[in-house]
């Protein structure tokens, strides 16, 4: 049995960096973390990411900053690898000499926070990897971004990074974005899409190309740069459930139709997915059960979110979600291998 096959690999695992937490604690207005007392007279730390967030936002504690406690949940569940991301908001609620001066600091903090971490057990593979942050903020020039896409790709712990859905304020289609593409491409970088800003309209850009994968999807950017590899969160969202009307509406659409080389499903067929879907049945109808379609899913828990009621509970993100992989019908112990782990050792070069 190869090494691949026996890791449990987390790619939808997430932190807020110490420095980051800092930032959001000495905020007044959202994103922040604020504290405050409790009925019971506990002072706690909440979380607001967005405005009128229900419960006055989430507690948050160690768990979003500390490694110990990232490892900790690690050990707890049997993880072996975690490739961690900084959660929303990102660097968008930033004016863009900040940003740009932030994400340089952020990623050498990751950097850091992973390369020294500890090996696997018996092997000489560390336990942290990370996804870089990009100052995707409007005024952001291109030679800033293109800085900074050369910085993680120097960093050898970073193996992608994470952007949300605005780009730098026009959406994903942005032709602003193109030199961005080309040396995410050139660099090798997975592009880790995460979803932050809801259905509102205005946060997609001004073309009518859809809502974020679309986008990328229906203005060519997979026609222009074929080699680039996008990871979507939480098993793509309804997109695979819209695959073959999106490919049928842009049959009868001759303008859409007329910018893409290929049939809609192909593009899709590009992607690849976390497993974050919770059920067999959501895994199953996300990828086909045939071995292509599974080597491009993988294992993630979206920790430190949605914890337990309690300390001694294990995290049903975990649980739910391994059980889904386990249980999806014509997937063979080889496509499960996969998605538990191969698929990312493979994707993201964690080689010995």
């Known amino acids: ?57 989430r507690p948050v504690g160690a768990q979003y900053w500390d490694r110990q406690e990232k490892l900790n949940f690690m050990d707890k569940h049997g993880i072996d690898i975690s490739i961690v991301s900084t959660a929303n908001p990102w660097l968008d609620f930033l004016p863009a000499s900040q940003a740009h001066a932030l994400a340089t600091e952020l990623n050498n903090d990751l950097e850091e926070y992973c390369s020294t971490s500890p090996y696997v057990a018996d092997h000489k593979i560390k336990r942290l990897y990370g996804f870089g942050l990009l100052p995707l903020v409007p005024e952001i020039t291109t030679s800033a971004l293109l800085e900074i896409v050369q910085q993680i790709g120097s960093l050898p712990h970073l193996r992608g990074l994470i952007m949300g859905t605005r780009g730098i304020g026009k959406g994903l289609d942005d032709e602003a974005l193109d030199p961005v593409w080309v040396a995410i491409e050139k660099a090798g970088l997975v592009v880790f899409l995460h979803p932050h800003y809801g259905v509102d309209a205005s946060a997609w850009g001004d073309k009518d190309n ?57 593009y899709l067929g590009k992607l690849y997915l976390d497993a974050v ?15 292509a379609g599974s080597k491009r899913i993988l294992f993630g828990t979206d920790h430190p979110f949605f914890p337990p009621l309690s300390s001694s509970e294990r995290w049903k993100s975990v649980t739910e979600n391994l059980e889904a992989i386990g249980s999806v019908e014509g997937w063979s112990q ?19």
Do not use: W
């Not at 937490?21 to 730390?45: H, M, N, W």
């Not at 879907?277 to 071995?291: K, Q």
């Open 277 to 291: 879907a919770y059920g067999p049945e959501e895994l199953g109808f996300v990828i086909p059960n045939r071995s």
């Open 1 to 57: 049995m190869s090494i691949a096959s026996k890791l449990l690999v987390d790619i939808h695992t997430h932190v807020y960096l110490p420095r980051y937490a800092s930032l959001l604690k000495s905020r007044t207005s959202v994103p922040l973390i604020r504290s405050r007392t409790t009925p019971q007279g506990v002072t706690e730390d909440r979380l607001l990411i967005l405005d009128h967030e229900p419960s006055g936002g």
């Open 210 to 266: 859809g809502h974020a994968a679309t986008r990328l999807i229906l203005s060519g950017v997979f026609d222009r740069f074929p080699s680039l590899r996008l990871l979507l969160a939480h098993s793509g969202g309804a997109l695979p459930a819209l695959s073959s009307r999106l490919a049928s509406c842009i049959d009868h659409d001759p303008i859409v139709a007329s910018r893409l080389k290929r049939d809609a499903r192909y």
């Open 334 to 352: 080889e496509d499960k291998d996969g998605v538990r782990g191969a698929n990312a050792v493979s994707i993201f070069n964690l080689s010995e």
